[in-house]
């Protein structure tokens, strides 16, 4: 027999708690246990939810494979289990693709409560072509898989998406311009929904650049423009555009103009050529 409880995928906010949903909230607040990545993560936003006395199952990179068989055990018994992780989509470069395929595996009802997600809006804030991507997650931190990984992003048409901690950007940067060479378009995303988020557009020698300036903090999300993607825009193209349309100076960065142009400077603060931030 099927087990009669449900595994529900709970999205969860990536910085700012108001996109915790009105369906995320109640779902968290009815179940009978909340699997998370965090404990003490997850009673913050259950505080701030105004939900209190739920049971939590700590569930997590380290301990995902041996919870399965706790978990399965609690659908059987007519419990409804959440699984939440500490940002993002459970499943997204996070605990929860074991959980999910125990549990359809065994029959039991798997549902999801979509929500945040810094991939998709990574993404949609890049100003990068959304119709057909890929998905990377965190790159091999060294070795031939790492190689490998970078050598198929170097050659993939579609926009890439990856996640890189702080402390690893300069790195990956340098390892993408390697690749993919200096003039391969990226977006480079960090605190994103938080008060001070930016996205960083332009072209990956001025990425390295100004990683190299300043120590980069907070979890980034970089998205890489697909090979044989748009071109930088010369500064012709963009007096071009600038006659065309004269009332509308915004522009994607990767088309400001180079040093000593007449053509006005970007909106929203740009960087030397290569890049602009927009928060």
């Known amino acids: 027999m099927a087990p009669t409880g449900s595994l529900i995928l709970v999205s969860t906010p990536i910085g700012n708690l108001g996109d915790l949903s009105p369906r995320a909230t109640d779902t968290l ?8 990545e965090d404990t003490r993560h997850t009673r913050k936003l259950l505080t701030h939810a105004g ?3 739920k049971r939590l199952l700590a569930v997590h990179e380290h301990n995902e494979a041996g919870q399965v068989a706790h978990v399965l055990g609690l659908l059987d018994r007519g419990v409804d289990v959440a699984v939440v992780t500490d940002a993002g ?9 074991r959980l999910v395929v ?28 959304t119709a057909r991507f890929c998905f990377e997650g965190f790159l091999p931190r060294k070795g031939r898989e790492r190689a490998e990984r970078l050598g198929a992003i170097a050659a993939e048409r579609r926009t890439t998406v990856l996640y890189e901690a702080p402390h690893r950007l300069e790195a990956t940067l ?11 378009l990226v977006a480079v ?67 400001c103009p180079s040093a000593g142009s007449t053509t006005p400077p ?11 931030i927009y928060g």
Do not use: M, N
């Open 29 to 36: 607040a009815r179940v009978g246990v909340i699997a998370c």
């Open 51 to 53: 939900i209190s006395g």
């Open 89 to 97: 989509t459970p499943g997204i470069s996070d605990p929860g693709t």
């Open 102 to 129: 125990a549990a359809a595996g065994a029959g039991a009802r798997v549902e999801v409560v979509p929500g945040p997600s810094a991939l998709v809006a990574a993404l949609v804030l890049s100003g990068l072509p």
């Open 174 to 184: 340098g390892d993408l311009l390697a690749a993919c060479g200096p003039l391969r």
């Open 189 to 255: 995303a960090r605190e994103l929904t938080k008060l001070h988020e930016e996205v960083w557009r332009g072209t990956l020698d001025g990425a390295l650049a100004r990683a190299r300036e300043s120590a980069p903090r907070g979890e980034h999300v970089l998205v890489v423009a697909g090979a044989g993607g748009p071109e930088p825009a010369s500064d012709e193209q963009v007096e071009a555009a600038v006659a065309a349309k004269p009332s509308r100076w915004w522009r994607p960065s990767w088309v």
């Open 266 to 276: 970007c909106a929203s603060g740009s960087d030397p050529p290569g890049g602009a």
